[in-house]
């Protein structure tokens, strides 16, 4: 009896050391049982499940405890920027010695956690969001977490520094368009050339985009042709144009609002070059043995070129003043993030129209394959490169304007969202 109460005592003495020694707790669970002695195995027994419960018990309720914190609420959560401190210190001082004196036996496959969290190493870091001078590149990391329970990391995910490339190139910079130069031919339809010069600050500089050159059509009248024959009337010594010698044809030409316009040239459309008549202080002309439904061009100083037919023996014109070049809308700022496209509009008017539409970039000629349709730059897939100053140029045949500048902002794509 006496070894019994004896071998009673013993895992009683067991399960009490079970509450502070756990070596020992552990030495008698796995213990092979070497004595055949059935009451001895048994109590063993009894007592480490006795034990194991227990632990559970705690478990379950320290379980349910970290539940209620937001612990398990912040696991569910993208990574924040930072983790909560407060969530970390509650646990580590309150559940972290609970679980260590009392349940530690049996938690040999799942350690108590650490008070922080562990950060998985920094991923590469994103390219430069710039093709030269300085951008901005990126990196991230993740928190190292497997279940809920896991503590939150403490610190940045994201880590976004400047990176320097080659230093920018620097263009030429275009002198404005020279005046168009004499026609190559005299008649018959030729071209001619303006020109302008890239200037470079140093040796170094790029060569400004763009071309040197353009080239217009001139001179598309007909050259005289002494073969050709008149439908109405003769054709002249000079072989330009047929006369009808019985003809006159009486005008007057009057301004926008309505004032006679003396020194108007008037010519046939097919000899522009050859003043047939001059207006007077009236306004008045008379053109001698011009053949009806001829083509006349009246040219004047400060007016746009007007072209009509003669249909009757009086004809009146009306001119309007040459008007410069004005912006009727200007590009507006814009701000968007990489990737995204973007249009800048620029319109202009002018008398006559405008013909042309050019758009810089800090001052830059553009590739005009950018704005086919003329007044509309687009840039598609914006990077970070295509921040800057941009402004257009109309151009009509009596002159040229910029528009104001607008600004492009193109901003990194948010790196604060989704990325756990
Ligand atoms: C956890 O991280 C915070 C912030 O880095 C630090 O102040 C604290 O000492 C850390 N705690 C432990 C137990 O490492
Ligand atoms: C101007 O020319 C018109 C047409 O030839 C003529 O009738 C008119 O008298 C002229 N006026 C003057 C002031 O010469
Ligand atoms: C910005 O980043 C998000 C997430 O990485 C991605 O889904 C989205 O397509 C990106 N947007 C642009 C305009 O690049
Ligand atoms: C940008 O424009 C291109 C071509 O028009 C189009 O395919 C693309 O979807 C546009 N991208 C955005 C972000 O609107
Ligand atoms: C150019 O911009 C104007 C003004 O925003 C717009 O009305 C027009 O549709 C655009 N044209 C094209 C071809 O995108």
């Not at 840039?379 to 009509?396: F, M, P, Q, W």
Request: hydrophobic share 30%.
């Amino acid at each position: 009896m006496d070894t019994n109460a004896n071998k009673k005592f013993r895992p009683f003495n067991a399960f009490m050391n079970l509450q502070t020694e756990r070596s020992d707790v552990f030495e008698i669970a796995v213990k092979p049982v070497s004595s055949p002695n059935r009451i001895k195995t048994f109590l063993i027994a009894a007592t480490v499940i006795t034990g194991i419960g227990l632990v559970v018990a705690i478990s379950v309720a320290i379980a349910l405890k970290i539940k209620s914190s937001d612990a398990v609420h912040k696991y569910n959560q993208p990574l924040g920027k930072i983790g909560k401190t407060t969530t970390s210190t509650t646990r580590s001082t309150t559940t972290g010695p609970q679980l260590s004196s009392s349940t530690a036996g049996l938690t040999t496959t799942t350690p108590a956690p650490s008070a922080n969290g562990t950060w998985n190493n920094w991923g590469s870091w994103t390219s430069c969001g710039a093709t030269c001078g300085t951008g901005y590149h990126t990196r991230y990391r993740t928190c190292l977490r497997t279940s809920a329970n896991d503590p939150i990391c403490q610190g940045e995910y994201v880590e976004t520094t400047t990176c320097s490339l080659a230093t920018c190139p620097v263009y030429g910079v275009w002198t404005t368009w020279s005046g168009w130069a004499v026609c190559d031919v005299t008649c018959g339809g030729g071209t001619h050339l303006r020109t302008r010069v890239c200037q470079k600050s140093s040796s170094s500089d790029l060569d400004c985009v763009g071309s040197w050159s353009q080239s217009q059509a001139c001179n598309r009248w007909s050259c005289p042709d002494c073969s050709q024959t008149c439908t109405t009337g003769v054709l002249n010594a000079d072989c330009t144009a047929c006369e009808c010698a019985s003809n006159t044809v009486q005008g007057i030409v009057r301004n926008h609002v309505n004032v006679p316009l003396n020194e108007a040239s008037i010519a046939h459309a097919s000899v522009p070059y050859k003043t047939l008549a001059t207006t007077n202080e009236t306004g008045g002309f008379v053109l001698d043995t011009t053949c009806e439904a001829v083509e006349v061009v009246i040219t004047r100083a400060g007016y746009a070129d007007v072209t009509v037919v003669v249909t009757s023996t009086t004809v009146t014109v009306q001119m309007s003043l040459t008007e410069y070049p004005a912006i009727s809308m200007n590009p507006k700022s814009r701000v968007r993030v990489q990737g995204e496209n973007v249009t800048f509009c620029c319109e202009a008017y002018g008398n006559p129209a405008i013909t042309s539409y050019e758009w810089m970039k800090g001052g830059v000629l553009i590739d005009d394959t950018k704005y086919p349709d003329g007044y509309n730059l687009t840039l598609n897939d914006v990077t970070i490169s295509d921040s800057g100053e941009y402004k257009c140029r109309a151009n009509s045949p009596v002159g040229a304007v910029y528009s104001a500048s607008a600004l492009l902002t193109v901003k990194c794509n948010s790196t604060l969202k989704n990325k756990n």
